[in-house]
């Protein structure tokens, strides 16, 4: 191989390793900004994220020259394919993730881009796990060259100003992309319940609740504190909250809800050990929160001084201020405070 060779392969190298750090960026700080409002601050990991997944464009002419050089793609082998599909999938969440960003909430044959987004995202995994085991890029010492970190630092700069344009279209543009909040998401149905859409997780649905026979239970420790049916917790339901619901799906809502604060259903002392509370559906689906977010948490029965539709999660649903929407356990079941940690759970429910 000529000296000419070398350069360019040092070259793919480094667009390959920039590609893929910048995919497990997106990657990483996509879920990061699912957390959003719980455990991330702010803005910050959405920025990071939409500049990390713009990023990508930018390396595309780059990554093209390796393709077109590549003995896979010109022998056309299922390698190459597999490669293809990759590219496809990063593209496809890529552009549908701009559309989410500039379009607003809303849906194109069935599917909102979000979903699309995430959905191609995920994807993508498998085929990029392929990808670098047939492909591994060893590092070299002169990667660490100064050239690379002004390369770096260049990619960096393209990245804002990719993302301060697109930023710059919505504005200039008047879309709904200038409204978005921090978490990048739309306001759909604030102060009109019956506008904001009926969202479950992933698996879960709306079930059929035979409120003659509903109750709520409390527990503490192991030992049942409450019980009530729904007109006994009506009869409790003074405490009013504003609050916003913002849905992982892309929207927001925010909305006057009132209910019962869950401190008043609590015991005054509870055991020294308590560490956290569980929020328990009649479906099933269930979160655990810390005990030091019991003051902000309100079973609420009514939004916007009528009360809850089934798919808002009537009898009760769980308002948890502050939280993305997956935190909102609706048609609740039962509230468990125990002694495990708040953590003990998967960082995003299952069902
Ligand atoms: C292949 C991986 C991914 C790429 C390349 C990517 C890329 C992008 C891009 C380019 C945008 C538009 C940014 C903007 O114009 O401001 C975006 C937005 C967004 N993405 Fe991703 N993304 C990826 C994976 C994910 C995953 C896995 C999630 C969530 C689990 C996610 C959540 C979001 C959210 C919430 C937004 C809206 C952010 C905002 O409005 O500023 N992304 N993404
Ligand atoms: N039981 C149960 N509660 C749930 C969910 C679910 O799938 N099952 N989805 C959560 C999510 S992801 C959101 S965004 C809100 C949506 O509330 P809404 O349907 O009233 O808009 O409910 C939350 N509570
Ligand atoms: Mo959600």
Redesign the pocket.
């Given at each position: 191989m000529g000296r000419e060779g070398r350069v360019r392969r040092r070259a793919g190298r480094r667009t390959n390793v920039a590609l893929l750090v910048l995919l497990v960026l997106a990657f990483a700080t996509g879920w990061a900004a699912f957390g959003t409002g719980t455990t991330t601050p702010g803005w910050i990991v959405t920025v990071l994220h939409g500049a990390a997944g713009l990023a990508l464009v930018l390396l595309v002419p780059w990554k093209s020259l390796i393709v077109r050089r590549s003995r896979a793609f010109r022998s056309a082998s299922w390698r190459a394919a597999a490669g293809l599909v990759l590219g496809v999938l990063v593209a496809v969440s890529l552009l549908a993730g701009v559309v989410h960003v500039l379009g607003g909430f809303r849906t194109y044959a069935g599917l909102t881009p979000m979903q699309v987004h995430v959905g191609a995202a995920v994807l993508a995994v498998p085929f990029a796990v392929l990808h670098v085991l047939r492909h591994p890029q060893r590092p070299r010492r002169t990667d660490l060259s100064r050239r690379t970190l002004l390369r770096a630092l260049w990619l960096g700069g393209g990245a804002a100003a990719a993302y301060v344009a697109v930023e710059g279209v919505a504005r200039g543009l008047s879309l709904p992309g200038q409204d978005r909040r921090v978490t990048g998401s739309h306001e759909v149905g604030s102060d009109r319940p019956e506008a904001?859409?009926?969202?479950?997780?992933?698996l879960?649905a709306v079930p059929r609740v035979d409120v003659a026979i509903w109750r709520l239970r409390v527990e503490v420790a192991g030992r049942q504190m409450a019980e009530l049916d729904r007109d006994a917790l009506l009869a409790m339901a003074t405490d009013e909250m504003e609050a916003v619901?913002d849905?992982?799906?892309g929207w927001y809502a925010d909305q006057r809800w009132r209910g019962v604060r869950l401190d008043r259903l609590l015991p005054a002392s509870l055991p020294p050990d308590a560490r956290s509370v569980v929020v328990v559906?009649v479906?099933g689906?269930a979160r655990r929160l810390p005990l030091r977010d019991v003051p902000f948490l309100l079973i609420a029965t009514h939004v916007a001084d009528r009360p809850l539709s089934i798919?808002?999660?009537a009898p009760a649903?769980l308002v948890a201020p502050g939280r993305r929407?997956?935190w909102?356990?609706?048609?609740l079941d039962r509230v468990v405070v125990d002694t495990r940690p708040w953590w003990w759970q998967p960082p995003f429910?299952l069902?």
């Open positions: 904001m859409p009926v969202t479950q997780w992933a879960d619901l849905c992982t799906g559906s479906t689906y798919g808002h999660g649903r929407g997956f909102w356990v609706k048609w429910p069902q």
